[in-house]
């Protein structure tokens, strides 16, 4: 961390320090104007895990059965945070018995005799509104039985750190945490008794972050799609809240929801699932369609790339494909690598993924989460098409951004009787290896066959040179890549056909076949699946075509089809957890 960036993390633990020390002499709320109802939705599973004392937090599992949320042993920043945020509090909600009441009820009296004036990681503008949120919400579990005083301190805390937002949301980091800090300041001016003044100057903070952070296209500087789903569902409760109050929201607000929910149509494969790009996983089971229903926006959106994806359907197949440039400066903290990569399901099935996001692994899955070589593209071996570059300073902590990335990519649509696809290419191998990656996929109208093609070339004469050196360098042997396609870890995938073809087999029954031209060689490797929520990284494979370009353009042809002996049609009746 540089000095600018020290004194700066440091004036802001300061000044949040001081608000909330300031904000404890507050006048407290005496209730509610009127009874808040649950919005967000929890976990089942989880909140069974935390009655039980199992507690999995930022990729780490304390088991410690007899020892409250708070009395755990201090692991990490992002496992302090994730605690302090509260959104733990939705599963605990979701299981419902006596049990996670009672971890609610206790945990949360603990927070307020521990930190209510003013101490601890929680006082941040990002966790602030993220916990305002929850405690709202979910004030029936908090405050059934519960004795006046326990009840007088929760109101008290409420207005506390509903004055603590209205002095530091600017300072929460532009993007989700903002707009949950704004949401919550919302929530709580609505829901409280005397809080009322500060929900005008909320709703307009929020019109204009609504303006300044979502394009016209529905998307947001970080392109991750998940996080796009977790804005989406603020403002949807933001104007909800509004509405029951009688009160409107801005235009801005509103137009942004319109705008968002087609684009969140397009991200979603065809069962359900969001593509996983730039650190987003596939989003909370039903989130998705709770968040569309609750808008009420019908649209959607017909041509052209959503958030920078390219979307293709035929029959029950959904194929995404990243084709922009991936972001950059701050909202690269969580970026991929992974220009031109792509998703396909098949019914309820994913078949092809990337890896996925390993943030909740440690900072090695990380990083390794965040390479080419961990989506379903071509990579240079031993080079990414955008690499990590300068560190910065995101919501106090210090985060890697991307440095070299793509910064031309182009993109065509194709469309042929009986098939469209799309033909896009990208500049991240230029400066290394003067090569231009070129790849076109085509999906059939029925959904049973995709043609691909991968192309390595070297365009302009001062490309040429630059491949020239870069053959150079390699002693004339060529440049090695590889063409992967990461597979579901619920895919049975084998060598078939003599090693010439690989046979991979879903769930549902369908059987999947991808073959090559021959210029390339097949195999069948190990590979990762990062998945959000679970305590260990799930083993799975990945198809690899390797190769080496000696000539200034280098061309592999792939086709993914269904066996001739699967049907267009699949009852599919195997869930998760019956298998």
């Given at each position: 961390?540089?000095?600018?960036?020290?004194?700066?993390?440091?004036?802001?633990?300061?000044?949040?320090?001081?608000?909330?020390?300031?904000?404890?002499?507050?006048?407290?709320?005496?209730?509610f104007v009127s009874q808040p109802e649950p919005r967000?939705?929890?976990?089942?599973?989880?909140?069974?895990?935390?009655?039980?004392?199992?507690?999995?937090?930022?990729?780490?599992?304390?088991?410690?059965?007899?020892?409250?949320?708070?009395?755990?042993?201090?692991?990490?920043?992002?496992?302090?945070?994730?605690?302090?945020?509260?959104?733990?509090?939705?599963?605990?909600?979701?299981?419902?018995?006596?049990?996670?009441?009672?971890?609610?009820?206790?945990?949360?009296?603990?927070?307020?005799?521990?930190?209510?004036?003013?101490?601890?990681?929680?006082?941040?503008?990002?966790?602030?509104?993220?916990?305002?949120?929850?405690?709202?919400?979910?004030?029936?579990?908090?405050?059934?039985?519960?004795?006046?005083?326990?009840?007088?301190?929760?109101?008290?805390?409420?207005?506390?750190?509903?004055?603590?937002?209205?002095?530091?949301?600017?300072?929460?980091?532009?993007?989700?945490?903002?707009?949950?800090?704004?949401?919550?300041?919302?929530?709580?001016?609505?829901?409280?008794?005397?809080?009322?003044?500060?929900?005008?100057?909320?709703?307009?903070?929020?019109?204009?972050?609504?303006?300044?952070?979502?394009?016209?296209?529905?998307?947001?500087?970080?392109?991750?799609?998940?996080?796009?789903?977790?804005?989406?569902?603020?403002?949807?409760?933001?104007?909800?809240?509004?509405?029951?109050?009688?009160?409107?929201?801005?235009?801005?607000?509103?137009?942004?929801?319109?705008?968002?929910?087609?684009?969140?149509?397009?991200?979603?494969?065809?069962?359900?699932?969001?593509?996983?790009?730039?650190?987003?996983?596939?989003?909370?089971?039903?989130?998705?369609?709770?968040?569309?229903?609750?808008?009420?926006?019908?649209?959607?959106?017909?041509?052209?790339?959503?958030?920078?994806?390219?979307?293709?359907?035929?029959?029950?197949?959904?194929?995404?494909?990243?084709?922009?440039?991936?972001?950059?400066?701050?909202?690269?903290?969580?970026?991929?690598?992974?220009?031109?990569?792509?998703?396909?399901?098949?019914?309820?099935?994913?078949?092809?993924?990337?890896?996925?996001?390993?943030?909740?692994?440690?900072?090695?899955?990380?990083?390794?989460?965040?390479?080419?070589?961990?989506?379903?593209?071509?990579?240079?071996?031993?080079?990414?098409?955008?690499?990590?570059?300068?560190?910065?300073?995101?919501?106090?902590?210090?985060?890697?951004?991307?440095?070299?990335?793509?910064?031309?990519?182009?993109?065509?649509?194709?469309?042929?009787?009986?098939?469209?696809?799309?033909?896009?290419?990208?500049?991240?191998?230029?400066?290394?290896?003067?090569?231009?990656?070129?790849?076109?996929?085509?999906?059939?109208?029925?959904?049973?066959?995709?043609?691909?093609?991968?192309?390595?070339?070297?365009?302009?004469?001062?490309?040429?040179?630059?491949?020239?050196?870069?053959?150079?360098?390699?002693?004339?042997?060529?440049?090695?890549?590889?063409?992967?396609?990461?597979?579901?870890?619920?895919?049975?995938?084998?060598?078939?056909?003599?090693?010439?073809?690989?046979?991979?087999?879903?769930?549902?029954?369908?059987?999947?076949?991808?073959?090559?031209?021959?210029?390339?060689?097949?195999?069948?490797?190990?590979?990762?699946?990062?998945?959000?929520?679970r305590l260990k990284v799930r083993a799975t494979k990945?198809?690899?075509?390797?190769?080496?370009?000696?000539?200034?353009?280098?061309?592999?042809?792939?086709?993914?089809?269904?066996?001739?002996?699967?049907?267009?049609?699949?009852?599919?009746?195997?869930?998760?957890?019956?298998?």
């Open positions: 961390m540089n000095n600018l960036d020290y004194w700066s993390a440091r004036g802001m633990r300061w000044m949040n320090r001081w608000h909330a020390l300031r904000s404890a002499r507050a006048r407290p709320a005496t209730g967000t939705i929890g976990s089942f599973a989880k909140g069974r895990q935390l009655s039980a004392g199992n507690f999995l937090f930022a990729g780490t599992l304390v088991v410690e059965p007899d020892k409250s949320i708070w009395q755990l042993p201090d692991i990490d920043p992002q496992f302090e945070e994730e605690i302090q945020g509260f959104m733990w509090l939705d599963d605990l909600a979701a299981t419902g018995d006596m049990a996670a009441r009672e971890r609610a009820q206790n945990w949360l009296t603990e927070w307020i005799e521990r930190y209510g004036r003013g101490h601890g990681a929680g006082w941040t503008p990002d966790l602030t509104g993220r916990r305002l949120v929850r405690w709202i919400n979910h004030a029936i579990l908090l405050l059934n039985g519960q004795p006046r005083d326990m009840s007088l301190a929760y109101y008290s805390s409420l207005a506390q750190q509903t004055i603590f937002l209205s002095k530091r949301w600017q300072a929460a980091s532009a993007g989700l945490p903002r707009f949950e800090a704004l949401t919550g300041l919302i929530y709580a001016g609505l829901a409280l008794t005397g809080m009322d003044a500060y929900v005008d100057p909320a709703i307009k903070a929020l019109a204009r972050e609504c303006r300044e952070q979502i394009d016209a296209e529905g998307g947001i500087p970080t392109r991750n799609p998940e996080e796009l789903l977790e804005v989406f569902t603020l403002l949807n409760w933001a104007a909800t809240a509004l509405a029951e109050a009688g009160k409107l929201a801005g235009p801005d607000h509103l137009q942004a929801i319109g705008r968002i929910a087609p684009t969140l149509r397009m991200l979603r494969h065809s069962d359900g699932g969001l593509a996983r790009f730039h650190g987003g996983g596939r989003g909370t089971e039903g989130r998705l369609d709770h968040a569309l229903a609750t808008s009420g926006v019908k649209s959607v959106t017909t041509d052209g790339l959503s958030m920078g994806y390219a979307r293709l359907q035929g029959g029950r197949t959904s194929v995404i494909l990243d084709a922009a440039k991936p972001p950059v400066g701050v909202s690269s903290y969580n970026a991929h690598a992974s220009t031109l990569a792509f998703e396909l399901t098949s019914g309820r099935r994913p078949l092809i993924v990337s890896c996925g996001s390993g943030t909740s692994f440690g900072s090695d899955w990380f990083r390794a989460g965040r390479a080419t070589a961990s989506h379903s593209t071509l990579a240079i071996d031993g080079f990414s098409s955008a690499r990590l570059g300068r560190k910065g300073l995101i919501g106090g902590h210090e985060r890697e951004l991307l440095g070299e990335a793509p910064t031309n990519v182009r993109v065509q649509s194709l469309a042929d009787e009986g098939s469209h696809g799309i033909v896009v290419g990208h500049d991240g191998y230029l400066p290394t290896h003067g090569l231009t990656h070129i790849r076109q996929i085509e999906l059939a109208a029925n959904g049973r066959a995709i043609a691909g093609e991968d192309t390595l070339a070297a365009i302009e004469t001062s490309d040429e040179r630059l491949f020239d050196k870069a053959q150079d360098r390699l002693h004339l042997q060529g440049i090695p890549f590889k063409i992967r396609f990461h597979l579901h870890p619920d895919v049975d995938a084998d060598l078939d056909m003599g090693g010439t073809a690989i046979s991979m087999a879903l769930k549902s029954g369908e059987i999947w076949v991808l073959r090559h031209d021959g210029a390339a060689k097949l195999s069948l490797e190990p590979s990762v699946f990062l998945e959000k929520g990945q198809v690899v075509l390797s190769a080496s370009a000696l000539e200034y353009a280098t061309r592999i042809r792939w086709t993914l089809a269904k066996a001739r002996e699967t049907p267009d049609t699949v009852r599919d009746l195997v869930r998760e957890g019956n298998v």
